[in-house]
């Protein structure tokens, strides 16, 4: 689930807009039982386990990788990795169309979805009869992949948003390193502009500015812009009432506050403003989380620090989890797979690519990956997830969200205030979600 900083901003709206539109229709196509139903499972030979992948090649070869070591455990179960590019309509659409993968791939924007859906198996019973001690995982992500006290789905990655900084740069314009440690008095929205107005700079005596401060792929909400807006004490909505909170003191203070960056000390590059940018070194911080694979070329030194507080430290996780399929055929072989997605040799595999962080807190001690390069960034990332904060997620995220882009897109180029623009919204916002059938939920709980 990575940040994209090359979409357009029309593009990413109507994205969204097609990929809820596309989703509600296949869910009514699901309840009314008008389109077929799973095959039947084959007779004789190796099981062949269905499992949804990713696109992306590098990603995707480790997963064949992991495949292969568990089936050398499993000879009688043969995987088949199913890649997808959108994640979400892609496997409702198998799902529905009689081609079901066994094993779903989840992210935190549609994973309660299809709890609510009846598409996810309920793995509470199978936690309990084979003594799974879950307590081995982080808390805060098993949580998130409950609902009503049942979990449906096995945690494999996870990564909180920190700030990647090009230390290069820093020693140039005799700037210190940012600390290591969150929630530190050094480092607050304050200091990131005094920082940033020396590290906006022109570097090669042209006259005209070609390296700033910072860059923001603000399109993804859930990751690079509502930190800021926690961090200042805002909040999204209300879970409960359906109530709209973006416009409220907090949160427009966070949004005109990085609205200003672009546009009143003009050091941040927004909107879509990336990881190309800062691997080019066209700005020296980029908000990220832990896929850190396209970095390891850079031509300079950088590490990773923690978000700036303000009122308070706070940042957001993202994760990858695997579910199994409600209707699956191979309920048991599915779930010998989840485990053994869990186990430390396919954990340090999978971290030690840059695939996130382990799900295993204990492996933040693994020597392989304190000594992974940048040294000690590892540390940072797993720093954060304790002051990761909850986002409500409604079913229909995508126009809710949608709503929300639009109306900060002319903040971001200075057209309008952050109050005017979610004031502008709120009645919409509320609207749609007293709409979403049923409701939020904050998955999170500290």
């Avoid at 296949?26 to 499972?41: D, F, Q």
């Avoid at 989840?106 to 019973?125: A, E, H, K, W, Y």
């Avoid at 003191?249 to 949004?255: G, N, P, R, Y």
Wanted: proline share 6%; charged share 20%.
């Amino acid at each position: 689930m990575q940040v994209n900083g090359q979409t357009s901003w029309r593009h990413h709206a109507w994205r969204l807009i097609r990929k809820g539109f596309l989703v509600s229709c296949v869910l009514h196509l699901l309840a009314a039982g008008m389109l077929p139903a799973s095959p039947a499972a084959a007779a004789s030979g190796p099981v062949v386990l269905r499992v949804v992948s990713v696109a992306d090649p590098g990603e995707n070869e480790i997963r064949q990788e992991i495949a292969r070591m568990f089936e050398k455990l499993h000879p009688n179960i043969k995987v088949q990795l199913l890649p997808v590019s959108n994640r979400v309509t892609e496997q409702l659409v198998r799902i529905a169309g009689g081609d079901p993968p066994d094993v779903l791939y989840l992210n935190p924007g549609f994973f309660q979805s299809f709890v609510r859906q009846g598409i996810l198996l309920d793995l509470t019973p199978y936690v309990r009869r084979d003594g799974l001690d879950m307590s081995k995982l982080y808390s805060s992500f098993v949580q998130q992949l409950q609902n009503d006290g049942k979990l449906y789905a096995m945690p494999f990655e996870v990564t909180s948003i920190a700030m990647l900084y090009n230390q290069t740069a820093f020693d140039e314009v005799g700037l210190p390193f940012l600390p290591t440690r969150w929630n530190d008095d050094r480092w607050t929205w304050k200091t990131l502009v005094e920082y940033g107005r020396k590290l906006t700079r022109d570097r090669n005596g042209d006259g005209r500015i070609d390296q700033w401060a910072i860059g923001l792929v603000l399109g993804a909400l859930d990751q690079i812009t509502y930190p800021f807006v926690f961090q200042n004490g805002g909040k999204i909505f209300d879970d409960k009432t359906n109530r709209f909170l973006l416009n409220s003191k907090e949160s427009v203070e966070a949004l005109q506050w990085i609205a200003d960056l672009i546009n009143k000390e003009k050091i941040a590059r927004a909107p879509i403003w990336g990881g190309d940018a800062f691997l080019n070194e066209q700005v020296a911080m980029f908000p990220y989380g832990r896929w850190l694979k396209q970095f390891q070329s850079a031509k300079f030194a950088w590490n990773a620090a923690p978000l700036p507080k303000q009122r308070q430290a706070a940042t957001m996780i993202v994760w990858l989890a695997y579910g199994i399929a409600a209707n699956s055929p191979h309920k048991e072989e599915a779930w010998e797979f989840l485990k053994f997605l869990i186990s430390p040799e396919v954990q340090v595999l999978n971290t030690a690519r840059g695939q996130a962080l382990s799900a295993l807190p204990q492996l933040e001690e693994h020597a392989l990956l304190q000594n992974a390069p940048p040294r000690g960034h590892y540390q940072v990332f797993a720093g954060g997830i304790p002051f990761a904060q909850p986002v409500p997620y409604a079913d229909n995220d995508a126009a809710v969200s949608g709503e929300i882009w639009n109306a900060l897109y002319p903040v971001w180029l200075g057209r309008r205030s952050a109050q005017e623009a979610m004031d502008s919204i709120a009645s919409k916002v509320e609207s749609l979600l007293a709409e979403s059938k049923k409701g939020m939920v904050s998955p999170t709980t500290k």
